[in-house]
């Protein structure tokens, strides 16, 4: 069974930094996209920021700058740096994988839990 592991959320205050981790575990044939996204109080789910296989990364707008998702392809792993934090990046962060289990079947999407990151004095 294939999962999406994630840590590193917590309480910091504004303009600090955070680093969100995540790691794919379980058994699977390849991974596509690596990304991060996150939910706000009373908000619909937005895509932070992702990374292809090859490298191609995407980032919104509201977080370019200030935010770098680097992976390491070898331990299929995602990592989100988070700078320069404000109360408006509040929200549980999601780790999302497109993700192959098998040789066979198409590529499906896959969700971490969420970790929770509060930026607030």
């Known amino acids: 069974q294939v999962q999406l592991v994630e840590s590193g959320g917590g309480l910091v205050q504004p303009g600090g930094s955070l680093t969100l981790s995540c790691a794919a575990s379980?058994?699977?044939?390849?991974?596509?996209?690596m990304g991060w996204y996150r939910q706000a109080p009373g908000k619909q789910r937005e895509l932070v920021a992702d990374?292809?296989?090859?490298?191609?990364?995407r980032y919104t707008d509201s977080v370019k700058g200030r935010f770098t998702i680097s992976r390491d392809n070898a331990k299929n792993t995602v990592d989100l740096q988070m700078n320069s934090l404000k109360p408006e990046d509040t929200a549980v962060y999601y780790c999302?994988?497109?993700?192959?289990?098998?040789?066979?079947?198409?590529?499906?999407?896959?969700w971490g839990k969420g970790t929770l990151v509060t930026v607030s004095s």
């Open positions: 999302n994988a497109e993700i192959r289990a098998d040789f066979r079947y198409l590529y499906a999407n896959y």
């Open positions: 379980g058994s699977y044939f390849s991974i596509n996209t």
């Open positions: 990374i292809g296989s090859g490298g191609i990364i």
